[in-house]
């Protein structure tokens, strides 16, 4: 035994394989015992192949085949046949993945038929009809990220696209309308030929087009529209018209426009060089959008518009104003990103330009430029995605293709976001195919925390708690996610075992990496093995005792255990940390938080502890502490001042027609006491008892000899 | 998002209208007529909110009341002795753009007009309407109307009045999709301007009962109310009427009430000691129609032509054989 252990050590620290005890384990397709289940997974139900739906009116435009399925089998597969309809269906639908699987394409009703082939059926046609969406079916494959994301791009710039032209052609429309009506009004306008045509073939000489025309010209003079006005609406048609930002839906066949210019790019450099070579157009549009929105209204004052658009702009611009044109998108492959790419792709970001950008990454095991020895995992994706977090004003979502589809949400989100996105997808297919297929590999990387899934989105609020958030991984609250495994031992007993997916199990699927590992044949397992995951909780401190191991299953699904070098077990510290820091950005375990709920806990245990050992003081009850809302301070009036109040008059004009150099009213239509020298005491005493909501009071007389003042101030008593 | 930086530049340059800039003309009614309160009110609130002249509507039909679209600055149309909602509908519906008021007396609104006023609150249509409610037909000198007290002695009834009268706030409070019931009085300026505003911002038909006093033909009858603080009920609630502390000093009645509760709005509305000013009931949630059938097409004239044309086409008698030849 002592020997045993030595070799395992000696792997552990090395990678050698010394004396034939250790087998290598290439060549032998082992998997990590949590994969077992998944060999085929054309057998099994899950988010892949996709439908990308050509229109949807749900906004949903990707949807998984199965829930298709479901759904229709829900809607249609009832009845007394509808068991055998149900198996007959998800029969069906095995074979289409089994189609997807060997490369056939093609839409989801040219599929379904494919491979629905000779069997027709009631039940079958009575599911199919009830499937209502139908687009090009996706699998889950190194195109994938590009297709999906291009799909849910190309809808919202649709729907984007098309308001936009509708916007434009109603400027267009409503321009056109004010130099119609300008000709309506001038002579030309209402000429004699005019005038015919208006009328028609038919009524022609029911009518005297000579004095009709006279008639019109003499009598009414309209002024035409300023030349400068005229100018400004022709310039402005020319660019609405002319413009190539989206492609205008209302022109009739034959009147085409220049063409409409593409969006979506192959690479950051290409999408920022056409920004570039497009944005003065795009300035001269947006200026022409906004000069005619406020022409059409007429609101257009050529005094104050017009310094404003002369230097519209000139020093600088904000991205933002193109909220309502098109977005560009690029699909971009992180192995490309370098030196030129990068640095186009830190300027987009920066500069806040609306494009959406897809970085794809197919390999997250590259070695590290270090050479041997050295990993990069994950390397530049994660660099891109820390830079665009970093600029703040950047979505990102970060997402394995495996889960792309129940995260599309976010996807649109990040589509439709006023800035600039980042995309960054792992596709699960490197170039140097491993042993599972992309949409396991996928899964096993966010699994595995190599590749967590995450949405930075700046909309969402002003601090990390409302924009960061780490919905999709697994079991976040752990290091590693863990699972039952069940399998059954050599006396064909039931057994269940815990085990953790870690970055080990990750690495082991890919036989490039097969000389880090070393079988270790079941006479020899002993409890010097111990889990990666166990291995990785406990930092050793000087020899070894113990050396981490996996437990794997072979091609006939027999258990092995397999041990593992240092070196992955290092990697894996590295990514545990890295799980770490991302946790407490997303709130999770937060060490702030952590320290700060701690050190308050102390406090209140203190309190705590005083208020047992002191008799019990009854709390008064703090009142809550309402401010009175101030009262509007009526100004303190003498009974001897005559004065109206003015906030209680209702308008009467009962006073202003009494005397209106006395009473006035105000800027709200209110009466105050304008001249009171302007009429006599008597006036006053009048329109007091007037007043039907009694607001004039007279105050006392100005002037001692006006007659009758004895009675006047008798009646002026009522309103003092 | 803030705003952009056009957009900021844009409205700096706004234009302030004053109350002037409302005003059109002298209005013809009676010295101490509360409809002269209402202008007030209405033309304070114009230029509050900026309403441009030029896209303002005031729609009537015909009354004392219904003359308000000739002091008003803005559009308008004087239309026929109740019909008034119709009109304003259409105009809604070919010009969705406007903002559309609708001026209306208890006879053209609650009698002639009924059945127009049934339908234009189940349509909720974003037209703010204000119901003149003087209790009588004041313009043609003294008859009874739907809303007279029962025992108003008046030309058509000279022993007084026979039938209780219809309360326009309950009758509306019982037609589907009523979004927004409000009451004020006129002698109140300031709660009459703020009750004008929350239905002005309402989006739906805002029904506003206003009690207009006529001292013409009805001089005393408010008195009693008038000079009364107490038998003026302000219903206030915060998401709702807020009541300021100087209204809060004279009249000191008030009942909190939530205005999407309806049950207790008919409750409140079929008061009759004392007169509610407030905000009975107001759903946001209710569609409008004009956003239902909003058929998104431009209205260019090419479209309008084709419209018509299509139209006409229905009633065309061609002569014999030429329809074919139309065909071809
Ligand atoms: C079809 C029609 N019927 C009758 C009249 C006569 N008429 C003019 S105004 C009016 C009543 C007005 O009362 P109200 O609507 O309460 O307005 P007020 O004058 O009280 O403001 C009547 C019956 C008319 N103009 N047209
Ligand atoms: S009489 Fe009274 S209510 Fe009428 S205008 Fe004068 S102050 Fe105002
Ligand atoms: S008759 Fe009555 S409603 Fe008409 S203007 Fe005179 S006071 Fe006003
Ligand atoms: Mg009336």
């Not at chain 1, 070799?7 to 998997?31: C, E, N, S, W």
């Amino acid at each position: 035994m002592e020997s045993d252990l030595q070799t395992h050590v000696t792997f552990y620290l090395t990678g050698k394989r010394h004396g034939g005890q250790l087998g290598p384990i290439d060549g032998m397709a082992l998997r990590p015992a949590l994969l077992a289940g998944y060999r085929d997974l054309t057998r099994l139900r899950y988010d892949y192949p996709v439908v990308l739906c050509a229109q949807d009116g749900d906004g949903a435009s990707v949807r998984p085949l199965s829930g298709l399925v479901d759904a229709a089998l829900g809607q249609a597969g009832g009845g007394q046949d509808g068991e055998r309809v149900r198996r007959h269906v998800l029969h069906l639908e095995e074979d289409i993945r089994k189609l997807l699987a060997e490369g056939a394409e093609g839409t989801l009703s040219a599929l379904w038929d494919k491979a629905a082939g000779a069997q027709a059926g009631q039940g079958l046609g009575r599911v199919r009809a009830a499937i209502k969406a139908d687009g090009e079916l996706a699998d889950c494959d190194r195109r994938l990220p590009a297709r999906l994301v291009g799909h849910a791009w190309n809808a919202v710039q649709q729907r984007k696209s098309r308001r936009f032209a509708e916007d434009i052609t109603r400027l267009i429309h409503k321009l056109n309308d004010i130099l119609v009506a300008d000709f309506v009004r001038s002579d030309a306008g209402k000429s004699v030929d005019v005038l015919k045509s208006g009328i028609g073939t038919s009524h022609q000489d029911s009518f005297d087009f000579d004095a009709m025309s006279r008639i019109l010209r003499d009598s009414v003079h309209e002024v035409a529209l300023p030349a400068s006005r005229r100018r400004r609406v022709t310039q402005l048609l020319s660019v609405l018209e002319s413009q190539r930002f989206c492609a205008r839906t209302d022109l009739p066949a034959g009147d085409e426009a220049d063409e409409p210019y593409a969006f979506a790019f192959g690479s950051c450099d290409a999408a920022l060089r056409a920004y570039r070579e497009r944005l003065p157009k795009a300035i001269e549009l947006l200026k022409a959008i906004s000069m005619a929105e406020l022409e059409i209204r007429s609101e257009y004052h050529e005094a104050k518009h017009d310094p404003i658009f002369e230097g519209f702009g000139e020093i600088g611009f904000d991205p933002r104003d193109l909220s309502r044109f098109p977005d560009y998108l690029v699909c971009a492959n992180a192995s490309r990103m370098r030196g030129v790419e990068n640095d186009r792709l830190a300027e987009i970001f920066s500069g806040g330009l609306p494009m959406k950008v897809l970085v794809q990454t197919d390999d997250l095991l590259e070695e590290s430029p270090l050479g041997k020895g050295h990993l990069a995992i994950g390397l530049r994706a994660k660099q891109l995605a820390s830079m665009a977090i970093g600029l703040s004003r950047v979505f990102v979502l970060q997402c394995p293709s495996s889960h792309l589809v129940q995260w599309s949400g976010h996807l649109t989100q990040g589509l439709l976001y006023s800035g600039p996105a980042l995309f960054s997808v792992f596709s699960g297919a490197p170039e140097k195919a491993g042993t599972l297929p992309a949409y396991l590999n996928a899964a096993a990387a966010l699994e595995a925390r190599v590749f967590p899934a995450y949405v930075y989105d700046p909309s969402a609020g002003s601090d990390w708690a409302a924009r960061f958030h780490l919905g999709e991984n697994p079991q976040a609250e752990r290091d590693w996610p863990m699972r039952e495994f069940a399998y059954e031992d050599s006396n064909h007993q039931r057994m269940a075992e815990s085990l953790e997916f870690t970055l080990v199990d990750f690495i082991v699927c890919d036989p490039r990496f097969a000389d880090h590992f070393a079988r270790v044949p079941p006479a020899h397992w002993n409890g010097s093995l111990v889990p990666v995951a166990e291995a990785l909780a406990h930092e050793p401190v000087g020899l070894p005792t113990q050396v981490p191991c996996l437990t794997m299953v072979d091609e006939s699904n027999a258990l092995q255990k397999v041990i593992v070098d240092e070196n992955l077990i290092r990697e894996a510290r590295t990514c545990r940390d890295m799980w770490y820091s991302l946790r407490e950005l997303g709130g999770i375990r937060n060490s702030h938080a952590e320290r700060l709920l701690a050190r308050e806990k102390q406090a209140w245990e203190r309190v705590r502890k005083q208020e047992s050992a002191a008799p019990a003081v009854v709390a008064a009850p703090v009142a809550e502490a309402r401010p009175e809302p101030p009262v509007e301070s009526e100004p303190e009036r003498s009974p001897d001042e005559a004065y109206i109040e003015t906030a209680r008059c209702s308008t009467c004009n009962e006073c202003t027609t009494l005397n209106p150099k006395m009473f006035k009213y105000d800027a709200n239509m209110q009466a105050y006491i304008a001249d009171i020298d302007a009429g006599t005491y008597a006036q006053l005493v009048e329109a007091a008892e007037n007043c039907q909501v009694s607001v004039i009071h007279p105050g006392k007389p100005r002037n001692p000899k006006e007659p009758g003042l004895e009675e006047l101030q008798k009646r002026a008593e009522a309103f003092l | 998002m803030n705003m952009a930086a056009t957009e900021c530049l844009l409205q700096l340059y706004e234009e302030r209208l004053q109350l002037e800039d409302y005003q059109s003309g002298v209005p013809r009614w009676c010295s101490g007529c509360g409809d002269n309160a209402i202008l007030a009110a209405v033309q304070r609130l114009c230029r509050d909110e900026g309403l441009r002249p030029e896209q303002t509507v005031f729609v009537s039909g015909i009354g004392c009341s219904s003359r308000f679209p000739h002091y008003m600055k803005t559009y308008g149309f004087h239309g026929i002795h109740g019909r008034a909602l119709p009109i304003a509908e259409g105009v809604k519906m070919a010009r969705p753009d406007l903002t559309v008021f609708v001026n209306t007396g208890d006879g053209d609104c609650c009698s002639i007009g009924a059945a127009h006023w049934i339908h234009a609150l189940r349509y909720n249509m974003n037209i703010t309407l204000f119901l003149h409610d003087n209790q009588i037909y004041g313009l043609t000198k003294k008859q009874v109307s739907p809303t007279s007290p029962i025992g108003t002695r008046s030309n058509t009834t000279p022993r007084g009045a026979y039938l209780e009268a219809l309360n326009p706030l309950t009758v509306t409070l019982g037609v589907q999709n009523v979004s927004f019931v409000a009451q004020a009085v006129d002698w109140i300026p300031e709660l009459l301007y703020d009750i004008v505003k929350a239905a002005y911002h309402h989006k739906g038909l805002s029904f506003v009962r206003i009690v207009q006093r006529c001292p013409e033909w009805l001089p005393k009858l408010m008195d009693p109310w008038m000079h009364d603080p107490q038998k003026v009920q302000l219903v206030h609630h915060e998401r709702a009427l807020r009541i300021s502390p100087a209204i809060a000093k004279v009249y000191k009645n008030h009942v909190e009430h939530d205005p999407l509760n309806m049950d207790r709005a008919r409750e409140i509305a079929s008061s009759t000691d004392v007169v509610p000013v407030g905000i009975l009931y107001q759903n946001p949630c209710v569609p409008c129609y004009e956003d239902i059938r909003r058929s998104g097409g431009l209205r260019s004239a090419d479209y309008v032509r084709r419209g018509l044309e299509g139209e006409f086409d229905k009633f065309t008698v061609w002569p014999e054989g030429a329809g074919e030849q139309q065909a071809a």
